[in-house]
């Protein structure tokens, strides 16, 4: 297994003079008004020997643990605090500033002064630097100590103040006032697009990155605990298999032979058990060249695990405890709130044969049918089907069009046709 490691500093992290001579090689007919101002202010600041820093910045807070730590009056631990972020918002107010900086953690806001910054009789970082080369979205490091404004609000009071990296894109701005927000990015194309963008100005994004992660890892604790084993699997395959997909297709050049992404890990899981192993599971990237929409992306992640010895049962104990642990785990509770719906993940689930459900929301009993019979249904509820359908293809065509949306809870259909 090879690690890898990589060193983002950053943009102007090679060099002032290599970046500048980039910059002026660029043909600027492309650049907005403003993309043309950015890199001129940052031209400006280099000629003026105010060169970026890219070194190491030594971050000792965030603007969360910064306003907990405040609450709980733990004065002593905020009189040298340390934070990098970007700008998002400036009230200049002549000889000082309020601004608001964003961390990876959330937002904070700081109180700049002329006179704290300035070197005796230099007084260029404040009148140049802060007001005149810096714009919204540009990176900075702060050191200060905290205080509470008259407003109430915590803030941090700037005693020294780095530059440390431009934005040489204006972000979209989003304004607030009073708790509500104006002016939010809504266009779909723009927000799964430009999922960067979208990450700064919407915090709410950034959150579900991180209930992801505490998704998988919850998972993979509790397959861990449970005896299960972590594998995996080839990504490259010389026959896709596992599902019915069609697969983007690639060029082995040393072997001269077609490879293709996989479309399902399911096969190679598969021959682990037959080798020997009790229980495996993969996080298996998976890639279909297919039709795409909001739900379904044709390069996607899915848990597969399999295991020998057990019946459907067992699965379906095993599956209602993973997700009441996942919800606890990340959500705090296993009850969450979903739109206007709470769900609730305390195990046990709901078990229902798909027969009793079409029933119980048709009032038709498929359970003694021939298939000729459940086509006859499938005329009486008015339902487009193939001539090509089964009896299993019948009988989910009526559960999925009149009784799926009945499940709002975690729910198991079990006892499906297999013929």
């Given at each position: 297994m090879k690690i890898r490691v990589l060193f983002i500093g950053t943009p102007n992290s090679l060099s002032s003079v290599t970046f500048a001579q980039q910059e002026k090689n660029m043909q600027t007919t492309h650049l907005s008004e403003q993309e043309i101002v950015r890199r001129e202010k940052l031209q400006a600041a280099e000629a003026g020997h105010r060169s970026i820093s890219a070194a190491l910045y030594p971050v000792n807070n965030y603007s969360t643990e910064i306003k907990s730590s405040f609450a709980d009056e733990r004065m002593d631990e905020l009189n040298n605090v340390c934070l990098a972020g970007r700008i998002m918002s400036v009230r200049d107010m002549g000889k000082a500033s309020f601004a608001v900086l964003q961390d990876s953690k959330g937002r904070i806001q700081i109180y700049v002064r002329k006179d704290d910054l300035a070197k005796g009789e230099d007084t260029s970082m404040y009148d140049i630097v802060w007001k005149k080369l810096l714009d919204l979205g540009d990176f900075i490091g702060i050191k200060g100590f905290v205080f509470r404004?008259?407003?109430?609000?915590v803030s941090v009071h700037v005693k020294e103040l780095t530059f440390l990296a431009k934005s040489l894109r204006p972000l979209p701005v989003v304004r607030e006032a009073d708790g509500q927000t104006f002016?939010?990015?809504t266009d779909p194309e723009f927000k799964y697009r430009q999922r960067y963008a979208d990450l700064v100005i919407d915090p709410s994004v950034k959150e579900t990155f991180v209930k992801r992660t505490k998704l998988m890892n919850s998972i993979r604790e509790f397959l861990n605990d449970h005896g299960a084993l972590e594998v995996d699997t080839p990504v490259l395959q010389s026959i896709p298999?596992?599902?019915?997909a069609r697969p983007f297709t690639t060029h082995h050049n040393a072997l001269d032979v077609p490879f293709y992404l996989r479309i399902a890990n399911e096969l190679y899981l598969k021959r682990l058990i037959?080798?020997?192993?009790?229980?495996?599971?993969?996080f298996s990237r998976n890639f279909r060249n297919e039709g795409m929409d909001r739900t379904h992306n044709p390069e996607f992640t899915i848990l597969e695990f399999y295991t020998a010895y057990k019946d459907y049962l067992w699965m379906m104990n095993v599956t209602e405890r993973l997700l009441e642990k996942a919800a606890g785990d990340v959500c705090g509770a296993t009850d969450v709130q979903v739109g206007d719906k709470v769900i609730s993940f305390k195990a046990p689930f709901k078990r229902i044969s798909i027969y009793d459900a079409i029933k119980e929301h048709t009032g038709f009993d498929l359970s003694e049918m021939s298939e000729d019979a459940i086509r006859d249904v499938c005329?009486?509820?008015?339902?487009?089907?193939?001539a090509t359908m089964g009896k299993g293809k019948l009988v989910d065509e009526i559960f999925g069009n009149r009784c799926e949306q009945h499940?709002?809870?975690p729910t198991f259909i079990i006892d499906y046709p297999w013929r």
């Open positions: 404004t008259k407003t109430g609000e002016d939010a990015v298999g596992g599902a019915a037959v080798g020997g192993f009790d229980w495996v599971y993969e005329r009486q509820l008015h339902l487009q089907v193939d499940y709002v809870q």
